[in-house]
């Protein structure tokens, strides 16, 4: 009975967290849950309608931005990293380089009806396309295009998620509403 309770409790716990986080964002839409002890630089995160953040979130976007569409779902430990260190300064140790280049910080676009695995990588300047699929543990250093899926280290395309005809029937039945 008490281990019911605990766990109801921390449930609750976790969802006023949640509740208490949910408007550090840059925007929301509506149906938004994320894990409220994950890393996010919330001011430079956008996110969209029904969208799910798991467990271990780590979304950094410190002098750039994130962008997640709507129906996105984002897996467990799922890293995304808008910025990089500036490692052309002759005689400097990187850490001690404060000053970046126009290349060292740039935006991710995550599209609509995206599915992210658990521990997958997504780093600066990608763009994942409306319905693709990123495998667990994959590492995204390229644009990922539409109704695609990808794995592996780095990603590379696995297949197609529909056929051209399913495509069309999957966009029909989407938009007809």
Do not use: C
Not at 47 to 67: K, N, Q, R, W, Y
Not at 81 to 88: A, K, R, V, W
């Amino acid at each position: 009975m008490l281990s019911g309770v605990v766990i109801l409790y921390t449930k609750v716990r976790r969802r006023l967290k949640m509740l208490a986080l949910k408007s550090a964002f840059k925007a929301t839409g509506t149906n938004f849950i994320f894990d409220p002890y994950g890393v996010y630089t919330y001011q430079n995160i956008t996110v969209g309608d029904d969208v799910f953040i798991a467990e271990g979130a780590h979304l950094s976007a410190t002098l750039s931005h994130i962008t997640i569409g709507s129906k996105v779902m984002i897996g467990p430990k799922v890293t995304m990293i808008t910025g990089d260190h500036n490692t052309s300064v002759v005689g400097a140790y990187m850490k001690d380089v404060k000053q970046k280049r126009s290349e060292d910080d740039q935006p991710i676009i995550i599209h609509d009806d995206v599915w992210i695995g658990a521990t997958a990588t997504i780093l600066k300047g990608v763009t994942i396309g409306e319905g693709a699929i990123v495998a667990a543990g994959a590492l995204v250093r390229v644009d990922v295009a539409a109704n695609t899926i990808v794995a592996g280290v780095p990603a590379k395309i696995i297949r197609d998620r529909f056929s051209q005809e399913e495509l069309k029937e999957h966009r029909k039945k989407l938009y007809q509403r």
